[in-house]
């Protein structure tokens, strides 16, 4: 009872996976997820990997009076890994107030809720966003958080902010930010993976969308920048990897006797550039992709790969698979989705 944790977006893609390392590690995470991005079979294939069935309960995040009847049900709560906000970075440019209304005001509200209820363990599901377009292409978590290229990304930094000032008000709080570079993969089983809304933002789910037919041809979004190949670089990480390091941050952060504002780069270490992705998607898998060079994509930024010496030696966190493991597991999901 008393290894309780309330896990926002736990039906999600980054979620489900965590919520499963979780229960592997003796934890017992309680979701709060009302399937606007994921679909309720994913508690299914929850239980069926784990053969354990967490609570759940379809409660906006939002809704305060909801979450705080939760919290009140659940005296023995451990604290939160709240990853529940909108996520897809073109929507929040045409309807930026969903994204300042959903992501910061559900911040908010486990905010207030874990200080009624002196909920001390918090971890935040923060972004590589945060750093904008950074000087160097490798970040360390003192790089300066710049002005994000979306609204998506500017909840992100509130979030953070918000987080730290809470923090800096004397509460008991122990809050982790971990900063995601890009995730990718599936569940090694082929049974969790990404539920993408219509047509994917994200360069792997378009990738496997294109390969199954859903999609006629994958644009690669310029070649004409300036890294060796000409299209950007990114960090990808595998899903699992990232899912284990939240038990990990869970585990440190359960060993503090102080209160703390802790941020993690969460990323392999290695950029690759888009047409890395493609390449190895085509070897890994087998087959060939149809794919046409476009124009540039509005708010990219040229290239950024995690320093992740942090996670590694504060966390004790190795990454245990590469990106050819990530896209061959992101196929197999894929395929068997109907
Ligand atoms: N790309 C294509 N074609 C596509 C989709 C993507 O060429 O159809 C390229 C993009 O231009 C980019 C790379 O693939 O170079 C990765 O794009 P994604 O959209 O998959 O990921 P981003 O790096 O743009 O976005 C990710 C997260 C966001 C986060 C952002 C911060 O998805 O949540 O990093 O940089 F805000």
Redesign the pocket.
């Known amino acids: 009872m008393d290894r309780q944790i309330i896990v926002t977006g736990g039906a999600g893609y980054i979620g489900s996976h965590t919520v499963i390392e979780l229960l592997k590690e003796g934890y017992e995470p309680i979701i709060i997820d009302d399937f606007r991005n994921s679909k309720p079979f994913i508690l299914d294939r929850i239980t069926e990997i784990s053969g354990e069935t967490p609570i759940h309960y379809s409660v906006d995040c939002t809704d305060e009076e909801a979450m705080m009847a939760i919290f009140e049900k659940h005296p023995n709560l451990l604290g939160i890994i709240h990853f529940a906000a909108d996520?897809a970075?073109g929507e929040s440019v045409t309807n930026p107030l969903k994204y300042y209304q959903n992501n910061v005001g559900s911040m908010a509200v486990v905010l207030k809720g874990m200080a009624k209820y002196n909920l001390e363990h918090l971890v935040f599901s923060s972004?590589?966003?945060v750093?904008g377009e950074p000087d160097q292409a490798e970040v360390t978590e003192d790089s300066p958080v710049r002005e994000?290229?979306?609204p998506?990304?500017h909840t992100?930094i509130i979030c953070e902010k918000m987080i730290r000032d809470v923090f800096a008000s004397g509460a008991a709080i122990k809050g982790t930010l971990l900063r995601?570079?890009?995730?990718?993969g599936a569940h090694p089983s082929a049974r969790l993976g990404e539920l993408p809304q219509g047509i994917?933002?994200?360069?792997?789910?378009?990738?496997t969308q294109t390969a199954k037919g859903i999609r006629e041809q994958?644009?690669?979004?310029?070649d004409d920048y300036d890294t060796p190949d000409g299209?950007?670089?990114?960090d990808y990480i595998h899903v699992v990897d990232l899912a284990r390091a939240h038990v990990l941050a869970l585990n440190w952060s359960l060993n503090q006797s102080q209160t703390f504002y802790e941020a993690f780069n969460l990323g392999t270490g290695k950029g690759s550039s888009?047409l890395e992705?493609i390449n190895t998607f085509e070897k890994v898998n087998q087959l060939k992709l149809n794919y046409q060079i476009?124009e540039?994509?509005a708010?990219?930024?040229v290239q950024?790969y995690a320093n992740g010496n942090k996670a590694k030696e504060v966390l004790g966190w190795e990454c245990e698979y590469d990106i050819s493991a990530a896209l061959k597991h992101s196929w197999e999901w894929e395929k068997g989705l109907e």
């Open positions: 996520k970075v972004s590589c966003t750093y994000a290229n979306s998506y990304g992100k995601y570079f890009n995730p990718i994917p933002n994200n360069l792997v789910p378009y990738i994958l644009t690669v979004f310029g299209t950007n670089i990114r888009v992705i476009g540039r994509r708010g990219d930024v950024i």
